[in-house]
């Protein structure tokens, strides 16, 4: 097979057309990818005969990949080699995670001059920030509002690369917390040990599971997994997509599938809203995506690979209503149903008594716009811990709690015309951390009375027409209409912002326009394209539309619903057969079991059934095993959760030996 250099195992396996990679020793059961971050097993393939996650695991010219085909078997070896000693460096501050925030932290720390060390398991630092492709939220002069992920990423990697006293290891894991203040790592040179003074734990967060029969078919995968094959590795995964989860994740997945050409035939939200940004909702809807809230999926179906979802409505306990289930023919079901901190590492360092911080999605769940400020923050503390003189601005606490902010109320939209050649139409009805119109605009015509990033904005009445705020809104929520100006008597037009395929608009060409929330509004006709000053890749696109429709006018629909095909019994509850445990295949009926018999100790169910003991160490069944306790009627109070020990991550037997030049058989 061909692959490109830096390219991992499973993106290389998914461009050369493979979705399984392995079927399961316990039942045969076919193995694609789940999280692609190293979090879970679904993707163990065997490299040169040793099992390896193939999402953590970069290509090489002559690589040997094979399937996971039953156990394999332990090579014989003639003669032991000779160990060594466990090779221990020293550093002032150790940080884990190269995400936004904590390169934040170790940008701070380093211009004091402190001596950082910054470790990531990726071969390259930016986190998450490097699959995000749409502008961010928040400030521009706090969080890097209105520019693109990617981007980002690039100005703070570019800055930390300037300082001097932080040292930065990449695909470097860390693997456990010790009793005696040291932590252990293990990279392609090894298994080593760092002793630091204060450790900042900034590793992100792991995506939650969602269990329903099917669910572990290879097709269903986390919405970040999708993220990281399309936005990362450039690959398309997949040609009919669904999504489960209307928080801010699915509702930006989706958006990145349909710029990438693929179709999405909806999404589904168990509440009766969706948790994401509103602005972010409303791109799906008007370009036809479906949102279906208070509904779930039900069910998944395929041989071998996913081929058909089912979902159905849902009641306020969330019980699937009987007559409303609906089935789709798809490909891929993204599940993006919330996020858990990965903090284990941080609640064992504090046990074992070193100073230990942690910021960022593994302290609290957020937009990396706050991860991004957090960082910031806490590098500062760590200097004022390690008795630096440095300023902390009062103000700092009350933004980093504004920019983790949910989404506040929902204000109604009353369309307004302005007067003169132009004037902006701003339909942002709803609270959230975001200003970058306000600074865009270099006559201050857009204010935001109250809270000056969370408040609504408005425009108060003076226009130039220089479309920099239909450039600078992250959100798309933004025209521009100049009245009367048409070719026509009677219309005028509308500049809305595109980011899509320009490929199939073409000048003079009819299109259908729709509302702010997608619904339909008239047609209009193409008269001028043009890429946005400072951002190429949106597009403003002049539309001549009917004056009185030119304010309600917000994009273009691109989509058709599909509606699904009706009919399709309905379960009270997660059947016996649904995998609960991937990497062991453990089934609810088994877990069931152990519940019922008076297991309340997870710890036990390990013994029992051997769940939480595959490759993943329990990350990704742990909350759904406690889904099922509660079923059953369980004080979630009276179960004891695993017990937490080292390695949290695979290592293998020659390097923890200390064996130089081991080849982990």
């Given at each position: 097979?061909k692959?490109?250099?830096?390219?991992?195992?499973?993106s290389?396996?998914?461009?050369?057309?493979?979705?399984?990679?392995?079927?399961?020793?316990?039942?045969g059961a076919p193995q694609?990818?789940?999280?692609?971050?190293?979090?879970c097993?679904q993707c163990?393939?065997?490299?040169?005969?040793?099992?390896?996650?193939?999402?953590?695991?970069e290509v090489?010219?002559g690589?040997?990949v094979a399937s996971c085909?039953?156990?394999?078997?332990?090579?014989?070896?003639d003669?032991?080699?000779?160990?060594?000693?466990?090779?221990?460096?020293s550093?002032?501050?150790?940080?884990?995670?190269?995400?936004?925030?904590?390169?934040n932290?170790?940008i701070?720390?380093?211009?004091?001059g402190?001596?950082?060390?910054?470790?990531?398991?990726?071969?390259?630092?930016?986190?998450?920030?490097?699959?995000?492709?749409h502008p961010?939220?928040?400030?521009?002069?706090d969080c890097?509002?209105?520019?693109?992920?990617?981007?980002?990423?690039?100005?703070?990697?570019t800055?930390?690369?300037?300082?001097?006293?932080?040292k930065?290891k990449?695909?470097?894991?860390?693997?456990g917390?010790?009793?005696?203040?040291?932590?252990?790592?293990?990279?392609?040179d090894?298994?080593f040990?760092v002793e630091p003074?204060?450790?900042?734990?900034?590793c992100?967060?792991?995506?939650?599971?969602?269990?329903?029969?099917?669910?572990d078919?290879?097709?269903v995968?986390g919405?970040?997994?999708?993220?990281?094959?399309?936005?990362?590795?450039?690959?398309?995964?997949?040609?009919?997509?669904f999504i489960?989860?209307g928080?801010?994740?699915?509702l930006?997945t989706?958006y990145?599938a349909i710029q990438?050409g693929?179709?999405?035939?909806?999404?589904?939200e168990?509440?009766p809203?969706?948790?994401?940004?509103?602005v972010?909702?409303?791109?799906l809807?008007?370009?036809?995506v479906?949102i279906?809230?208070?509904?779930?999926?039900i069910?998944?179906?395929g041989?071998?690979?996913l081929e058909?979802?089912?979902?159905?409505?849902?009641?306020?306990?969330?019980?699937?209503?009987?007559?409303?289930?609906?089935?789709?023919?798809?490909?891929t079901?993204?599940?993006a149903v919330?996020?858990?901190?990965?903090?284990?590492?941080?609640?064992?360092?504090?046990e074992?008594g070193?100073?230990?911080?942690?910021?960022?999605?593994s302290?609290e769940?957020?937009?990396a716009?706050?991860a991004i400020?957090?960082g910031?923050?806490?590098?500062?503390?760590?200097?004022?811990?390690l008795?630096r003189d440095?300023?902390i601005?009062d103000?700092?606490?009350?933004?980093?709690?504004?920019l983790?902010s949910k989404?506040?109320?929902?204000a109604d939209?009353?369309?307004?015309a302005g007067e003169?050649?132009?004037f902006?139409?701003i339909r942002?009805v709803?609270e959230?951390?975001?200003?970058?119109?306000?600074?865009?605009?270099?006559?201050?015509s857009i204010?935001?009375?109250?809270?000056?990033i969370?408040?609504l904005?408005e425009?108060?009445?003076?226009?130039?027409?220089?479309?920099?705020?239909?450039?600078?809104?992250?959100?798309?929520?933004i025209t521009?209409v100049?009245?009367?100006?048409?070719e026509?008597?009677?219309?005028?037009?509308?500049?809305?912002?595109?980011?899509?395929?320009?490929?199939?608009?073409e000048?003079?060409m009819e299109?259908r326009t729709?509302?702010?929330?997608?619904?339909p509004?008239?047609?209009?006709?193409?008269?001028?394209m043009?890429?946005?000053?400072?951002?190429?890749?949106r597009l403003?696109?002049?539309?001549?539309?009917p004056?009185?429709?030119?304010?309600e006018?917000?994009?273009?629909?691109?989509?058709?619903?599909?509606?699904?095909?009706m009919?399709?019994?309905?379960a009270?509850?997660?059947?016996d057969?649904?995998i609960i445990c991937?990497?062991?295949?453990?089934?609810?009926?088994?877990i069931r079991?152990e519940i019922?018999?008076?297991?309340?100790d997870?710890?036990i169910?390990?013994?029992?059934?051997r769940s939480?003991?595959?490759?993943?160490?329990g990350?990704?069944?742990?909350?759904?095993?406690?889904r099922?306790?509660r079923?059953?009627?369980i004080?979630?109070?009276?179960?004891?959760l695993?017990?937490e020990?080292p390695f949290?991550?695979e290592?293998p037997l020659s390097?923890?030996?200390g064996i130089?030049?081991?080849?982990?058989?």
């Amino acid at each position: 097979m061909k692959a490109l250099e830096g390219e991992v195992i499973t993106s290389a396996l998914y461009a050369n057309g493979i979705r399984v990679f392995g079927h399961h020793p316990r039942d045969g059961a076919p193995q694609g990818i789940f999280c692609v971050n190293g979090q879970c097993s679904q993707c163990m393939v065997l490299v040169e005969g040793v099992p390896v996650k193939g999402c953590m695991i970069e290509v090489r010219e002559g690589m040997k990949v094979a399937s996971c085909e039953g156990v394999p078997e332990l090579p014989g070896r003639d003669d032991l080699p000779a160990f060594s000693s466990i090779d221990t460096i020293s550093t002032e501050v150790l940080v884990i995670g190269g995400g936004p925030a904590g390169i934040n932290a170790a940008i701070e720390l380093g211009t004091l001059g402190i001596e950082t060390l910054l470790v990531d398991d990726k071969s390259e630092l930016g986190g998450k920030l490097t699959l995000q492709t749409h502008p961010f939220f928040g400030s521009r002069e706090d969080c890097y509002a209105g520019i693109r992920g990617i981007d980002i990423a690039h100005i703070l990697t570019t800055e930390l690369s300037k300082l001097d006293s932080v040292k930065v290891k990449t695909g470097t894991t860390v693997v456990g917390a010790f009793y005696d203040g040291k932590v252990g790592m293990y990279s392609g040179d090894g298994y080593f040990l760092v002793e630091p003074r204060v450790v900042l734990v900034a590793c992100g967060a792991r995506e939650k599971g969602l269990a329903f029969p099917g669910c572990d078919l290879p097709g269903v995968y986390g919405a970040g997994a999708f993220q990281t094959l399309l936005n990362r590795d450039m690959i398309i995964p997949t040609e009919r997509l669904f999504i489960v989860g209307g928080g801010n994740v699915g509702l930006i997945t989706g958006y990145h599938a349909i710029q990438a050409g693929i179709k999405v035939i909806g999404l589904v939200e168990a509440l009766p809203r969706c948790g994401g940004y509103k602005v972010h909702a409303d791109k799906l809807t008007r370009l036809g995506v479906p949102i279906y809230t208070s509904h779930t999926v039900i069910s998944a179906e395929g041989e071998g690979n996913l081929e058909r979802i089912t979902t159905a409505a849902v009641d306020e306990s969330f019980n699937p209503i009987e007559g409303t289930a609906r089935t789709y023919d798809v490909d891929t079901l993204l599940v993006a149903v919330g996020l858990s901190p990965i903090d284990e590492l941080y609640y064992k360092l504090t046990e074992f008594g070193l100073e230990c911080w942690t910021c960022g999605d593994s302290a609290e769940i957020a937009e990396a716009s706050a991860a991004i400020f957090g960082g910031k923050i806490t590098g500062r503390k760590i200097a004022r811990a390690l008795g630096r003189d440095v300023e902390i601005p009062d103000d700092w606490e009350s933004k980093q709690e504004v920019l983790r902010s949910k989404p506040g109320a929902v204000a109604d939209w009353k369309p307004l015309a302005g007067e003169g050649k132009a004037f902006p139409v701003i339909r942002c009805v709803e609270e959230i951390p975001c200003n970058p119109c306000v600074d865009s605009c270099s006559i201050c015509s857009i204010v935001i009375p109250g809270d000056p990033i969370m408040g609504l904005p408005e425009f108060t009445g003076e226009c130039t027409g220089c479309l920099k705020c239909v450039v600078a809104c992250p959100a798309l929520a933004i025209t521009l209409v100049r009245p009367n100006a048409g070719e026509r008597d009677g219309t005028s037009i509308v500049v809305v912002p595109y980011e899509l395929d320009p490929g199939g608009l073409e000048e003079d060409m009819e299109v259908r326009t729709v509302d702010f929330e997608g619904n339909p509004v008239g047609t209009g006709t193409v008269v001028k394209m043009r890429k946005a000053p400072g951002d190429d890749k949106r597009l403003l696109v002049s539309i001549e539309v009917p004056s009185e429709q030119a304010i309600e006018v917000a994009a273009l629909l691109e989509l058709e619903a599909e509606e699904g095909e009706m009919g399709g019994d309905i379960a009270d509850s997660i059947s016996d057969d649904t995998i609960i445990c991937r990497c062991e295949r453990i089934t609810a009926g088994e877990i069931r079991g152990e519940i019922r018999a008076g297991v309340l100790d997870m710890n036990i169910l390990k013994a029992t059934v051997r769940s939480g003991m595959g490759a993943c160490g329990g990350k990704t069944c742990t909350e759904l095993i406690l889904r099922l306790y509660r079923e059953e009627g369980i004080d979630l109070d009276d179960v004891t959760l695993p017990t937490e020990r080292p390695f949290v991550a695979e290592v293998p037997l020659s390097a923890f030996a200390g064996i130089k030049g081991g080849d982990g058989k």
